[in-house]
């Protein structure tokens, strides 16, 4: 059984992943210690928004086609040039056409220099197609490559940060470096799908071709632009109402629940083949599975970030410097936005394996509508007023968004009620304990609280062990 597991496409690919993610996880990790210990919070506030910048418009120059273009590979590997030089000639243009809006809002509500600008342009550029070549390995199943190019990738950045001379950094340096290290991933993605031989078929009409892609695309392009507010303008609002020390303090806040985010994807990514699966075979078990499993995804992940929230203060008063400590605070209340998102997510999820594509997309719409006023409003008080800004207004949400996904489903989610209530009850104490509380009583209390949710899950398992 174990030599058929190891044997397994699907497995060997996710466990690819899985690894070097985590390792280029924690090598970012290391990587954000040594920059932060050389920038201030303001400079390092301007150095990841230019990312940010640039991350933006590169998710909205993908057009949505990210998906398509896997989907496409795997189907059909013949149409993979026919992808590569037609999908990189419109991402292109449509980055450059991006590009060209940035300029205008720069002027009028950026703060930007044009050399900045410039190299947010190229990092964009080079980006999208180290993505487009990414995409293609994704479609062929070749994740090792891909996993070892990317792991490759973070180590260089680090041996770069950790060995340039301290009076050397600056913002514009750090940044062109980055750059650099971006084309030799493509550069790399590109002599590895030559070497695999991944590069086959032939280029089709270009209008032919780009009018397929957009056709297929576009229902992923809308979810992309009218989730944009929640998923990446936080940067901007900071920008126009706020200053770079609080982008600072919100983008350090990101990369320490990062982490956390991952192992709740891939919590999300491992049980999502198996519920596809049992909507098709039998809708009954699926309901039953849901029904029972739900409450024990709610419990880990709320687990997960009352400790991170317990313990956010010691963790950033060991790795960072005194001048980020107000992350701190930021950090507490980004963390429940992300146990707001996994129960979200997994909603996504669930809805997606049974082909409710587009009440998915009413949420989204929802979400748009809500959470923009109120996130640009938050944002005017800085990195805190922002994260609370995310918690209620998402918060809001999701109260109809989680009665409407029950009512559509048919579902009776087991203890749902009580389980909320301790994650309310788990937010209150966590966040509401004394600054300057001993680590010691932290230690006590959770310990306490950990030992009440092992023995109601150890009833709960009994429970449906007995049925």
């Known amino acids: 059984m174990l030599k058929k597991l190891l044997n397994n496409i699907v497995f060997r690919n996710f466990s690819y992943l899985t690894v070097s ?23 390092y506030g301007l150095f990841t928004f230019l990312i940010a910048q640039g991350s933006l418009l590169l998710k909205i120059g993908d057009l949505g086609n990210r998906n398509i273009v896997i989907r496409t590979v795997a189907r059909e590997p013949i149409q993979t040039n026919d992808l590569l030089v037609n999908g990189g000639i419109v991402r292109s243009f449509a980055i450059i056409v991006l590009f060209l809006i940035y300029v205008v809002y720069n002027h009028f509500l950026g703060s930007l ?30 994740m090792f490559p891909s996993s070892m190019i990317n792991l490759i990738y973070s180590v260089i950045w680090f041996s770069i940060i950790f060995f340039l001379p301290n009076k050397a950094i600056d913002i514009t340096i750090i940044f062109s470096l980055y750059i650099a290290v971006t084309f030799l991933k493509a ?50 609002f900071l920008d126009i109402n706020s200053d770079n020390q609080q982008i600072g ?41 849901l029904s029972k499993g739900f409450r024990f995804f709610m419990l880990a992940s709320m687990i997960f970030c009352f400790l991170f929230t317990l313990f956010a203060k010691e963790v950033v008063i060991l790795l960072f410097p005194v001048e980020y400590l107000p992350a701190v605070a930021v950090c507490q209340i980004q963390v429940w936005y992300l146990f707001l998102t996994s129960i979200d997510s997994l909603i996504g999820v669930i809805l997606g394996a049974a082909n409710k594509e587009k009440l998915i997309l009413r949420f989204g719409i929802v979400y748009f509508f809500i959470c923009t006023p109120a996130l640009y409003y938050g944002s005017k008080y800085g ?20 009665l409407t996904f029950k009512r559509t489903l048919g579902l009776e ?20 304990l004394p600054y300057d509380m001993a680590l ?8 306490l609280i950990l030992m009440g949710i092992a023995t109601y899950l150890f009833k709960s398992y009994k429970s449906i062990q007995v049925k």
Not at 413 to 432: E, P, R, T, V
């Open 113 to 142: 220099s044009n050399e900045h600008l410039a190299l947010i342009f190229v990092f964009t550029l080079i980006s999208c197609f180290a993505s487009l070549f990414e995409l293609i390995f994704m479609g062929n199943q070749k």
């Open 249 to 289: 303090y919100f983008n350090l806040s990101q990369r320490l629940i990062g982490p956390l985010s991952l192992i709740i994807t891939m919590m999300l990514t491992a049980i999502f083949p198996n519920l596809s699966a049992l909507w098709v075979k039998d809708k009954i078990k699926f309901n039953n599975y």
């Open 413 to 432: 989610l087991k203890h749902n009620g009580f389980i909320w209530a301790m994650g309310i009850s788990l937010f209150l104490i966590s966040y509401f």
């Open 187 to 236: 550069v790399l993605f590109l002599i590895f799908l030559k070497y695999h031989k991944l590069l086959i078929g032939r280029v089709q009409n270009f209008m032919v071709s780009t009018r397929q892609l957009i056709k297929e695309s576009w229902p992923y392009f809308v979810l992309i632009l009218i989730m944009l507010p929640l998923t990446s303008l936080s940067n901007n």
């Open 21 to 43: 993610t985590v390792i280029s996880q924690l090598i970012a990790l290391v990587t954000i210690l040594k920059i932060t210990s050389i920038l201030n919070p303001n400079d």
């Open 383 to 402: 990195a805190l007023g922002l994260s609370y800004s995310y918690v209620i207004a998402f918060g809001a949400c999701l109260i109809y968004v989680w």
């Open 440 to 447: 010691g009583y932290k230690l006590l209390l959770s310990t």
